[in-house]
Nanobody, 112 residues
Framework: VQLVESGGGLVQPGGSLRLSCAAS??????MGWYRQAPGKQRELVAT???????AYAESVKGRFTISRDRSKNTAYLQMNSLQPEDTAVYYC?????????WGQGTQVTVSS
């Protein structure tokens, strides 16, 4: 499975971005978004099950929404009310059995 992220960029504080993660191949599997800021460990942002069950890090609850379009085999992360502390490289993740797949990452920078 190949995962290709898109949608990152530079946004002002309080702004919004939507990230996309297109997965190659077929099948429905759990997917998620992680992020890694400079000098910090990669952290979980949000996950979505094979159905529609979602979970979020406390720091993004109420601001970020994860979703998926099964017909396009694509996961999304809608990010609202972005803050400078959200600046990071965002990575898409998929779990198939015991194997994890990662995208190449997309940079999100929140700055005035």
């Amino acid at each position: 499975v190949q995962l290709v992220e898109s949608g990152g960029g530079l946004v002002q504080p309080g702004g919004s971005l939507r990230l996309s993660c297109a997965a190659s191949g077929s099948g429905i599997y759990p997917m998620g978004w992680y992020r890694q800021a400079p000098g910090k460990q990669r952290e979980l942002v949000a996950t979505i099950s094979r159905g529609v069950s979602a979970a979020y890090a406390e720091s993004v609850k109420g601001r970020f929404t994860i979703s998926r379009d099964r017909s396009k085999n694509t996961a999304y992360l809608q990010m609202n009310s972005l803050q400078p502390e959200d600046t990071a490289v965002y990575y898409c993740n998929a779990v198939i059995g015991r194997i994890e797949f990662w995208g190449q990452g997309t940079q999100v920078t929140v700055s005035s």
